[in-house]
């Protein structure tokens, strides 16, 4: 055998692969499984969007490597797009690193920071990446918990001066995966605040911004004066315009910060396809309006699942943004054990909480990432198993 580096160690395979496979073995036998667990959109883009990508796709000069900028028009369209959603101004010309999705940039962002023993401080429960990039980059995880009697804010004020005097990185996520909390914008004056007062660069992950419920608006964390002196704010059109699979992002904020990760991405990946950048500038640039007919739909499917759930006699609460409803278990049942004896019996699929840390516990993650009829039959799929719990 060939051994893996040292650093492999830090990394085992992540928990949606495995489950994944265990899936696709129970759909061998001919088992139906409705999966609620990953936050995967299931519907499309804007005709215009992919109209946008075909008539790119066609031209016989966009197939060849493109800068790691993207084009000028790229870089516009995130400005516009955070100037339109937040009201905020990002500067095209230093401001802005595109990605391949945010996934990667927010790998890649802690490499080319992070150095060994470093801290690192993520909130728990959190995105699975936070933790593994850390690791990876030999840097030291440091806990925020996230707590229901804390709105699933982090309590700066908990963090020790000695950690807080060695963290690099502080990582938030606001509407918040997986607890689908959201965050105020006095919240994030705290958060600046507390990293400006350690040195410490605030990375804010901010992927489900723009799906939103009942006349909510998430805010940027460039909406706090002198934010990006201290900020940067990871994007992506993967949840906000059903474009998942097209793996566009963008950092934005800090240029020192930015400089580095886009040193370190040149010598990670080629750029990306012409054809999808140029959909991308269509889809941040077009009237807006399809969005909130989409987030609509997601309301409704909300709506059925907190329903429901409250018909089992599950206090749930009714998430104002993100995909996911975070799901108090009965009887302090292990979310584990939970979710993999539901899988396996009722053949419904569900995140056990602990995926996102410790303080996952006792919970469980609901996508509204299906149609409402499937929505529905695992809705009563769930009420009829847990009955005979």
């Known amino acids: 055998m060939i051994e893996a580096a040292n650093r492999m160690q830090t990394l085992k395979t992540q928990f949606f692969a495995g489950l994944a496979a265990r899936i696709a073995a129970l759909e061998a036998q ?57 009201g905020v101004e990002v500067d095209p010309k230093t401001e802005i690193v595109p990605l391949l999705g945010s996934k990667e940039g927010i790998f890649h962002l802690t490499q080319a920071l ?29 806990r925020m918990p996230l707590l229901p009697q804390n709105d699933y804010l982090p309590d700066f004020a908990t963090v020790p001066p000695e950690i807080a005097a060695r963290a690099k990185i502080m990582w938030l996520n606001y509407p918040n995966n997986p607890t689908a909390a959201t965050a105020t914008r006095e919240f994030f004056e705290r958060a600046v605040e507390f990293a400006q007062a350690h040195r410490i660069l605030l990375c804010h992950d901010a992927s489900y911004t723009q799906i939103t419920f009942d006349g909510y608006r998430s805010p940027s964390i460039f909406e706090v004066d002198c934010a990006k002196e201290v900020s940067v704010e990871f994007n992506t059109l993967s949840k906000s315009h059903n474009m998942a699979g097209w793996r566009v992002g963008a950092a934005l904020g800090n240029a020192s910060a930015l400089k580095s990760l886009y040193i370190l991405k040149t010598q990670a990946d080629s750029g990306h396809f012409r054809p999808i950048l140029d959909a991308a500038v269509q889809a941040m640039t077009e009237d807006q309006g399809w969005l909130q007919e989409r987030n609509q739909i997601y309301q409704r499917r909300r709506d059925l699942i907190v329903k429901s759930l409250k018909q089992m006699g599950i206090n749930v609460q009714t998430p104002r943004a993100s995909l996911y409803v975070w799901m108090p278990l009965p009887n302090g049942r292990s979310s584990e054990a939970f979710c993999q004896q539901l899988l396996e019996e009722a053949h419904v699929s569900l995140t056990p909480g602990t995926v996102f840390g410790k303080y996952g516990e006792g919970y469980a993650r609901i996508s509204i990432c299906l149609a409402d009829n499937l929505i529905l039959e695992a809705m009563d799929r769930l009420a009829n198993w847990m009955a005979k719990q």
């Open 30 to 86: 001919g088992i139906k499984v409705i999966r609620l667990d990953v936050g995967s959109p299931d519907l499309p883009p804007s005709p215009s969007i992919l109209e946008a990508l075909y008539r790119s796709a066609n031209r016989p000069d966009t197939h060849g490597y493109q800068p790691h900028f993207g084009s000028q028009a790229l870089l516009n369209a995130w400005a516009q797009m955070y100037r339109n959603a937040y």
């Open 114 to 142: 992070v150095d060994p023993g470093d801290v690192v401080l993520i909130p728990d429960p959190g995105y699975l990446t936070y933790e593994a990039s850390t690791r990876f980059a030999g840097g030291e995880v440091y």
